[in-house]
């Protein structure tokens, strides 16, 4: 027996079910005891539930486009869009599909402006125009980038995209060998193109930018093989370079100055980003900014993540290792950092803070607060004041045993003894595993119900750390967590949040980790996407499953929302299954290299029995 | 290995060597040339020793090589080394040339950089993972451990 926070469930036993099972078992409704959903009237503005609880930033542009990665700055994916109903979501049905001609892991989610959709691919990144106003999704244009061969084996967890942004009648999207590039929306011409990282290094990049008053913010991957991770921003007229700032090293190189006031005391003074590593280890340290980026245009800030330190091996690097695994908020004018909070001090276990960070306001303890609220790979669901840092509530969100819980006065997660890892030693059922509690599928956030729908994963590790040499463009990691199936015989759940109390209000379970994002829209209908290739409407307030349809490959994209040019509401997803999932974990899912033919793996044993590789949207309507 | 084809009467000439190469202009060739020669594959003088194999298995790791195709060579972000199946040839001169020049696919170039000696171990190694037949998945057999990132 080993204890296991699980929502508000004190003991369960851990492991009781072994790796080789459950994988058959179908999705189950699974309503938490105690608390109701913060059900109000279904205001269809979207602006406020009863509650008060509301997005801090507008849909960018009309309310039946998609313009943005998440629709908006605020990272919501909340749509006002309200056709599609608990009561006729049954009656959803293919309205038209297209190939991406691209196979791999299709993270990300497609753009919707006007009457045109944008779609880009995994490597080779290619983006495609669709003319939604004709029969038949005939390509307005399509455009193959110049993208270096090299950049495939310097990808550590797939050659995924995880989407472009639009402004200003141009589409911005990043290539996996470092490059940024600005298209023309009409014409499909590149208008300029940016050589942002050194794939020598193992630079590459696989996040979605968006464009903050002008300039397009990007951020690299690579914290596998030993880079020293930044965000910078780009003119998006010229694609000139207008900033950079590191996450690791020297004040100067990561733009703490004046303006930097951490919340908590251990995140104050000179050099952190150095001093807190031993010696030069801090430049091969990782803090890559893979995943999604916010922007609050009252405080101008922007929020982002940042990756595992590097290598995985902890002994390599004794420290706090600042600022990886962190939030870091940065002045969106100048890239300088106003605040920052390392929600896992000195990582052991590949806890990278990139997931995304939703922006809203809610009621806590009586009281309205501008909150962002983040899921972090580490199993901590926080409630977070955006203006300063602070933590306003953490709970656990997925079973986990690494941690008892957040000492609320300094921060810092409280550590278990025996979860630490180190260097020659096996340590056991660490949970969640190195792919966390949640990575990188975005949750959405519904301000009719005041819930946040978080789609999880629950699996469990052992890990194994081991000395390891930095050599340029390989991995440098020193470490290996085999994984399997977490506490209960189910290894994801696509669950409700109440972000207010840290209470898990209802959950779906599933057979395998949810790897594909949440879409909530006005209509009180949310979706997401399975790793084994079903596509399901859900009731916001009951969690329950109205509507479910197996597209061609497992969905590790994004839904999203739009009308068309006939009126209707339309809903898109990617199907493609890969990622770290889909190339590392279900290592038997390709079918098109003859020469890698690979063995079924523990962590995911049956999974080639539902899926395989593809590369493509599927998109639904009444 | 294909057989050599050779004849001294047609007008097109196959010599044999590493791989096969298509001579149409004989007369270019010099007196006395060798029309139908062997296969002179390049050999491995590790291949097979258990010892040299023991020492790659170690290169193998200190190289992060396992981090790119796995544990003991199950695949990862490259391809795996456990199907007998060759993205670029799988003789010991193949091997030995893809880890010298590195490929396009992000396999780094290894020549220079590491002895040769140490190339011949690492390839006597990589083949001695090539064992496994993969052809049919079942979904009822056993399975292999994996980590991701």
């Keep these: 027996m080993k204890r296991v926070l699980l929502g508000h469930a004190a003991i369960a036993t ?13 999705a189950t409704a699974d309503s938490a005891s105690g608390s109701e959903p913060q059900v109000t009237s279904g205001a269809a503005t979207g602006t406020a539930s009863t509650s008060g609880a509301r997005i801090a930033v507008a849909h960018a542009g009309p309310p039946g486009e998609w313009q943005m990665p998440a629709g908006d700055y605020a990272s919501s994916r909340y749509s006002e869009l309200a056709s599609i109903t608990p009561q006729n979501a049954a009656n959803l049905h293919v309205s038209w599909a297209f190939s991406t001609g691209v196979l791999r ?3 990300g989610q497609p753009l919707v402006v006007g009457n045109t959709m944008y779609v880009v691919t995994p490597y080779p990144n290619v983006s495609y125009a669709i003319d939604l106003a004709q ?3 005939p390509l307005k244009w399509k455009f193959r980038p110049d993208n270096s061969q090299q950049a495939i084996g ?12 639009y402004a200003d009648g141009r589409i911005f999207y990043n290539l996996l060998d470092g490059h940024t590039v600005a298209i023309d929306a009409v014409t499909g011409n590149q208008v300029w193109r940016t050589k942002m990282g050194d794939l020598s290094r193992g630079e590459t990049i696989t996040m979605a930018p968006i464009v903050v008053k002008g300039k397009v913010i990007v951020g690299s991957s690579g914290g596998e093989m030993g880079v020293r991770g930044w965000i910078a921003a780009l003119d998006a007229a010229t694609g000139k370079e207008v900033w950079r700032a590191y996450n690791i090293g020297p004040d100067k190189d990561v733009k703490v100055g004046p303006k930097f006031k951490p919340f908590y005391a251990h995140d104050r003074g000179k050099d952190l980003g150095a001093t807190s590593w031993p010696g030069d280890t801090w430049k091969t340290g990782g803090g890559a900014v893979w995943g999604w980026l916010s922007y609050d245009p009252a405080l101008n800030l922007i929020y982002h993540g940042t990756s595992n330190p590097g290598p995985w091996n902890e002994n390599q690097r004794t420290g706090d290792n600042k600022w990886t695994a962190s939030i870091l908020a940065r002045d969106a004018d100048t890239g300088e950092m106003v605040w920052a909070l390392q929600v896992t001090p000195h990582d052991m276990w590949d806890y990278d803070a990139v997931n995304e960070n939703i922006l809203v306001d809610l009621p806590i303890k009586g009281q309205m607060r501008k909150v962002l609220v983040h899921f972090d790979r580490n199993g901590f669901a926080y409630t977070i004041d955006r203006a300063t840092g602070e933590i306003l509530l953490a709970e656990p969100f997925v079973p986990m045993n690494w941690s008892t819980g957040i000492d609320m006065a300094t921060g810092r997660p409280n550590v278990v003894e025996t979860k630490k890892t180190a260097q020659d030693k096996n340590v056991k059922d660490i949970c969640p595993s190195l792919e966390g509690g949640k990575n990188q599928q975005p949750a959405a956030f519904s301000p009719q119900t005041g819930l946040f729908y978080v789609p999880t994963n629950n699996l469990c590790m052992d890990f194994q750390a081991r000395a390891v040499t930095y050599i340029a463009g390989t991995p440098f990691i020193g470490g290996n967590a085999p994984e399997k199936g977490g506490p209960g015989g189910y290894r994801g759940e696509f669950i409700a949040w109440d972000a207010t109390t840290g209470k898990k209000i209802w959950g779906i379970k599933e057979p395998y980790p949810v790897w594909g994002g949440a879409l909530a829209t006005a209509g009180g209908v949310v979706f997401y996407g399975t790793l084994d290739g079903w596509f399901k409407a859900v009731d916001a307030r009951s969690g329950k499953v109205l509507w479910q349809f197996k597209v061609g490959s497992g969905v590790v994209g994004n839904p999203v929302t739009y009308t068309g040019p006939d009126g209707k509401q339309y809903v898109a997803i990617y199907a493609g299954i890969g990622g770290d999932m889909g190339l590392l974990i279900a290592g038997d899912v390709a079918a098109n290299l003859p020469y890698d033919v690979r063995e079924r793996g523990t962590t995911l044993p049956d999974i080639a029995r539902w899926t395989s590789w593809g590369g493509e949207l599927f998109v639904f309507s009444l | 290995m294909t057989s050599a084809v050779g004849t001294d009467t047609g007008s ?3 010599v044999a060597g590493d791989s096969l190469r298509l001579i149409e202009h004989p007369e270019i060739l010099p007196a006395g040339f060798p029309l139908q020669i062997k296969p002179l594959p390049i050999k491995n003088r590790y291949e097979g020793d258990k010892g040299a194999i023991a020492n790659g298995a170690k290169l193998f790791v200190g190289y992060n090589c396992l981090d790119c195709h796995g544990a003991d060579g199950s695949g990862a972000m490259g391809p795996s080394f456990q199907d007998g199946r060759w993205h670029f040839g799988g003789s010991p001169g193949d091997v030995f040339e893809s880890i010298y020049q590195g490929r396009p696919d992000g ?4 020549g220079g950089r ?7 171990i690492l390839t006597a190694y990589v083949r001695s993972l090539s064992s496994k037949d993969l052809s049919t998945e079942n979904f009822t057999g056993k399975t292999v451990e994996r980590t991701g990132h």
């Design chain 1, 14 to 26: 851990l492991m009781a079910v072994a790796a080789c099972n459950g994988g058959d078992k179908g």
């Design chain 2, 12 to 14: 097109n000439y196959f």
């Design chain 2, 114 to 120: 590491i002895s040769n000696e140490q190339i011949w």
């Design chain 1, 105 to 107: 892991g299709h993270e």
């Design chain 2, 107 to 110: 396999m780094p170039a290894w």
């Design chain 1, 154 to 165: 310097r990808a550590c967890c797939d050659v995924v995209n995880r989407g472009a942004t």
């Design chain 1, 135 to 137: 029969t038949g999704q």
